[in-house]
């Protein structure tokens, strides 16, 4: 660890020696795919309107009273070292609220972060019992980025609408809308997951953590039988499938996920730790809460996916990925021809703000 004193802006969390990031703003980590895909999630015909109409249907006080009620809440007497964790991960990523942690009976391992006006985050027993210290503090530092970016709001409307789409889904109408807007959000989510995975890494400061975890997930019972750079070739492998079948049934089996697979998380996270971004933001170098402006633009979220994906495409050999990736430069090039022919400047239509999530008056993840 470098000598902090010329620093102001780059502060040692007094819990522990994991450097703090005072008023780091989640656009700082943001994964670029995430922002865009909440932007076109914002802009997609209809979806506000089913968001705000199916938040209304639902009390967060009972969601809470429920949780309440049914496991158990962390704090300096119940789960303490958990505690400690929900308190130095509030810390480095200087939340301004910390919020309520809960410990919840389920073999399966799981976390997530819900509530629209006070989010709050419940860790399943099979989670807590499987992981070290370390690999939870990464856990707890991904679900606080959920908190932190706002995805409370879209992440527990997504919750609501596929336990109201068992209750709809015989009414044809109805059913199709519902379909379109949870396939809308699940596209969202899987890509904010790979944001909140970096918040993760950010609290703990620990690749290796953070590997374990991944690993855990995707089946690593006992380390001491994990290969790590075959774990990590088998994302490679996935990522660059030849045949066009394989390209589809991706897109099939992904569809409904929430999640990416734990796999490809790993893979991605991993870059990032290894890359310049990171070291950027351990440095001190980040963007600030306090230096934004109080909405997004809709055409720089869009034109940062647009940027990612591309990337993505071009660097991979699936073969659906490289169709799409030429068919996209062909369009951008006819679009960009016919803009300059007819005389496209600076502000032609589409280009104005769209608001974010927690502008909706819907809700928080």
Not at 187 to 202: I, P, S, V
Not at 291 to 312: H, I, V
Not at 338 to 359: E, M, Q
Request: net charge negative; with cysteine.
């Amino acid at each position: 660890m470098t000598d902090n004193a010329d620093r102001p802006d780059r502060e040692v969390s007094q819990s522990s020696t994991r450097v703090r990031f005072p008023r780091i703003s989640p656009r700082a980590y943001e994964h670029p795919a995430d922002r865009g895909a909440m932007a076109t999630l914002r802009a997609a015909p209809g979806v506000a309107e089913v968001l705000k109409a199916v938040s209304g249907l639902f009390a967060e006080r009972g969601e809470r009273l429920l949780t309440l009620a049914s496991a158990i809440r962390v704090g300096e007497k119940q789960y303490p070292k958990i505690d400690r964790l929900r308190l130095e991960c509030a810390e480095v990523l200087d939340l301004d609220t910390v919020p309520n942690v809960f410990v919840q009976r389920d073999p399966n391992a799981n976390a997530m972060t819900v509530g629209i006006d006070e989010p709050f985050i419940v860790l399943t027993t099979g989670l807590v019992e499987a992981l070290d210290s370390e690999s939870l503090r990464f856990v707890v530092g991904h679900e606080m980025g959920h908190v932190l970016s706002g995805h409370a709001v879209l992440r527990t409307l997504l919750l609501r609408l596929v336990h109201l789409q068992m209750t709809i889904a015989f009414l044809p109408a109805g059913a199709l809308a519902m379909r379109a807007a949870i396939a809308a959000l699940r596209e969202w989510f899987r890509k904010a997951e790979l944001t909140c995975d970096r918040a993760g890494l950010l609290c703990g400061q620990d690749p290796a953590a953070a590997l374990r975890t991944h690993v855990y997930l995707a089946g690593g019972t006992d380390l001491t039988q994990i290969d790590i750079p075959s774990f990590l070739q088998q994302a490679k492998e996935y990522e660059d499938v030849e045949d066009i079948r394989d390209s589809i049934h991706k897109l099939r089996t992904v569809e409904g996920m929430s999640h990416p697979f734990a796999v490809v998380r790993a893979a991605q996270l991993q870059r990032w730790a290894a890359s310049e971004e990171y070291r950027a933001i351990l440095a001190g170098d980040y963007r600030r809460r306090d230096d934004e402006a109080p909405g997004s633009t809709f055409s720089d979220d869009m034109r940062s996916a647009a940027k990612s994906y591309k990337e993505s495409f071009a660097a991979s050999t699936d073969p659906l990925a490289r169709a799409l990736n030429d068919v996209g430069e062909a369009l951008s090039g006819a679009a960009g021809k016919v803009f300059s022919r007819f005389g496209g400047g600076g502000g032609g239509a589409g280009g104005g703000d769209a608001p974010r999530p927690d502008d909706a008056g819907a809700g928080k993840n």
